[in-house]
């Protein structure tokens, strides 16, 4: 009778001192929001700090990095454009970065239901975060890509301070604004916003979430319907 085979080795647990194109990403963004003007308001400047303190400690703690499978969405075809037009701005450093671990994003929807039309034209990237590869519960950073022409629906976030980069491309706010290369938008927590995006060219965004813990892990996303306009 032949002996059993010994167990399997246990494979050594990755981090991210051994993961350098993901620490890479992490300085980067730290550096952005270092660097990012706030414009004169307390309230956005008090943000770019608080993402920068926590990007901080995940570096710090040098945490797992969960080997994902990638994953693309109909959307990430437009995503080469998307970089090539972001090398173009002042981040410039930035989307190489991005470049660097490209084929390793795991590009999802976060919706259980998307609205008919929007699986063709948006999908976002959790890059640090519960559920990301780089994986913490001190922050959520991750990349989100519009198609030409998209128009996200209205919706807002319970318990989270949200702030977008805009990487490359044109979008606008509750058509409030136009958000160019360069520019910061920042929504406190419960702010409904609706985003919409340039007709011929798509659009990269970076984004960061803070929160408590448990708002960070059990984030539900859902398209809320806008208020009406009382007449």
Known sequence: MSEPL????????????????????????????RHLPAGGSAKIR????????????????????????????????????ALDQGREAQHAA??????????RLQWQY???KVPRGLEQKYAYAELVGPTGPVVTNEVILGLVLFAPGCTYPAHAHDGITESYLC?????????QGVYAPGSLIFNQPGQLHRITV??????LLAYAWMGATEKLANQKMVFSRAPKTPR
């Open 94 to 103: 930035f989307i190489r970065t991005i470049d660097a671990v490209h084929e």
């Open 110 to 112: 976060g919706y259980e």
């Open 6 to 33: 010994p167990d399997p080795a246990p494979v050594p647990l990755l981090r991210l001192s051994d993961r350098p194109d993901w620490r890479y990403l992490l300085r980067d963004f730290y550096e952005l929001y």
């Open 46 to 81: 008090a943000h770019q700090r608080g993402v920068r303190e926590r990007i901080a400690k995940v570096i710090k703690a040098n945490p797992p990095i969960a080997d994902l499978p990638p994953m693309e969405k109909p959307v990430t075809k437009h995503f080469r454009r």
């Open 198 to 203: 340039a007709d011929h060219e798509p659009s």
């Open 167 to 175: 990487l490359s491309g044109a979008v606008s706010e509750n058509d």
